[in-house]
């Protein structure tokens, strides 16, 4: 239900916190105290679908949450990407058209933000944990906040994770003490996979580059920093600690992404039957390492694919495994009971051109720009989500922790003694465009807020000179691109957008950030 920009003028009159459980930011409160009626009725044919549904199966719905990494917006074929960049996507692309396939979703600008975010459904301003992870920090999420899997696993989910954790190194940041019954995962990113093969290379000279052409070598590194990379995944099982995993999807290396992909998407097949058998439904959190900088050795040389981009293949790779988890759904009997949603981290990383996603729109990881923070997304539902959707409603990451809580039955779980960001989209999926529930987002850029968007209006935040207001304002619906954005023609616009952050900024007061001590 559209509201008007003239709204800001309001919030700050009325800022009093919902009577449901959840803590939701100051801006959210106004839009849905005007729409309260309609969402009740909506929530009431919600519940009954929910309802008919678990009572033909016996149980809560699965879900499924597929993260991948620095596919940017357009980059799938469905998009106009695809084959026609060289990363044929099929599967991805029939999932999509058999689904709802988000053109306004949105992730955090890079990848342990957008980890952080759909893990908590908060900002990661607002945990303490506020950078990118690296090799040897001893950072990480701090265990005082409440994951998706912690909330799941009280309501009795089987709870599992593969992939790219890249939320700390430490046993008490890891997945397994996080709310993962079981978690095979990688404690990285993509880049030190590669370090080691650029000082080999150019300890035997050939006519090629290699990207991290100063790398010492593994040894060498541990003997100057003491940061060891021997090890670079763990198998972890709540109550039972963790243990390197063996083999080449253990060690890091060039073949290490492909090898864990394939041993991923194994288990969590052999993980999907075993519980189906189960009384109990299941999550799945796979943070896939689609795509990072090495590809597949499998799939370099299948048709259509540009070999000179390493992430091509590997999209083919994930292409092929996404396709057979959707048929276990499906042979299993449980794809009508089983969300499956599939979003990006973040936009490309054009650091490594040409092996990198790519998008049409301006900016890229690391930006609060629509490049760097508007992904592909889409969400699989059969017989609950209407296929062949487009909706223009804006989602955020966070929207999937409270998303899945009102999945499951248990958004009165959700803790009350914080912020949280994520809004819950079940209307949108299962009651079609225009029933989704968030009209705005604010994109934090570490702890400074970069910019807001605000239904078709973003504004991008910015240090004022002479008494102006540092505020540059698009059409984001006309001008996806950020082309066309300056402060004048939405000096209408100035003193709403300030009541807007001063109605943000006081709810902080109130539920300060985390200290980022407790990261560590």
Not at 392 to 400: K, M
Not at 504 to 520: A, T
């Amino acid at each position: 239900m559209k509201s008007k920009l003239i709204f800001f003028f309001v919030i700050i009159i009325f800022i009093p916190l919902s009577s449901f459980s959840q803590v939701n930011d100051a801006p959210f409160e106004y839009y849905k105290k005007r729409n309260q009626d309609q969402w009740k009725q909506q929530d009431n044919e919600i519940d009954k679908k929910l309802a008919d549904l678990e009572k033909r199966f016996g149980k809560k719905p699965n879900i499924i949450y597929i993260l991948t990494d620095d596919i940017g917006w357009g980059e799938l074929g469905w998009q106009g990407g695809g084959k026609h960049r060289g990363t044929p996507t099929p599967a991805l692309d029939k999932m999509a058209f058999n689904g709802m396939r988000f053109w306004s979703a949105y992730a955090e600008p890079s990848c342990t933000p957008t980890r952080i975010a759909i893990n908590t459904g908060r900002h990661p301003v607002r945990t303490g944990l506020l950078s990118v992870l690296w090799p040897g920090q001893k950072e990480g999420l701090s265990p005082n906040e409440v994951t998706t899997a912690e909330l799941l696993s009280d309501a009795g989910y089987h709870t599992a994770m593969w992939g790219k954790w890249h939320m700390g190194d430490e046993p008490k940041h890891a997945p397994e003490n996080q709310g993962y019954d079981y978690a095979y995962y990688g404690l990285f990113n993509g880049a030190p996979d590669a370090w080691q093969d650029s000082k080999d290379l150019y300890d035997s000279p050939m006519p090629v580059n290699a990207a991290f052409y100063d790398f010492p070598g593994y040894d060498e590194y541990e003997a100057r920093t003491g940061i060891d990379l021997s090890v670079a995944g763990y198998i972890g099982e709540k109550g039972k600690g963790r243990k390197p995993i063996e083999g080449a999807a253990g060690k890091l290396g060039v073949n290490r992404q492909e090898a864990f992909e394939n041993e991923t998407n194994r288990q969590m097949i052999s993980f999907i039957k075993e519980k189906n058998k189960t009384d109990q439904p299941f999550y799945i959190y796979w943070a896939s390492y689609a795509l990072q900088i090495t590809g597949s050795k499998e799939h370099q040389n299948d048709y259509g694919v540009d070999k000179r981009n390493a992430q091509a293949s590997m999209m083919v790779l994930h292409n092929m495994h996404v396709d057979n988890v959707l048929n276990t759904l499906k042979e299993e009997g449980i794809e009508e009971n089983t969300l499956v949603i599939w979003i990006s981290d973040n936009g490309p990383m054009y650091a490594f051109y040409p092996t990198s996603g790519y998008t049409l729109l301006r900016g890229a990881k690391g930006d609060v720009l629509e490049g760097g923070v508007r992904v592909p997304a889409m969400a699989y539902w059969p017989g609950m989500i209407e296929p062949n959707q487009d909706p223009n409603d804006i989602i955020h990451v966070t929207d999937l922790y409270t998303t899945a809580c009102r999945v499951a039955g248990i958004e009165d779980k959700i803790p009350t003694d914080r912020i949280t960001d994520g809004i819950d989209q079940t209307a949108l999926l299962l009651l079609g465009e225009g029933n989704g529930r968030r009209n705005y987002i604010t994109h934090y850029s570490g702890s400074q807020l970069g910019a807001i968007r605000y239904e078709d209006f973003k504004v991008h935040i910015k240090e004022g000179h002479g008494g102006l207001p540092g505020m540059d304002f698009y059409n984001i619906k006309r001008d996806p691109g950020e082309k066309y954005g300056k402060l004048y023609p939405g000096l209408f616009a100035v003193a709403p957008i300030q009541m807007f952050m001063k109605s943000h900024m006081e709810l902080i007061q109130k539920y300060p950030h985390r200290d980022p001590k407790e990261s560590h």
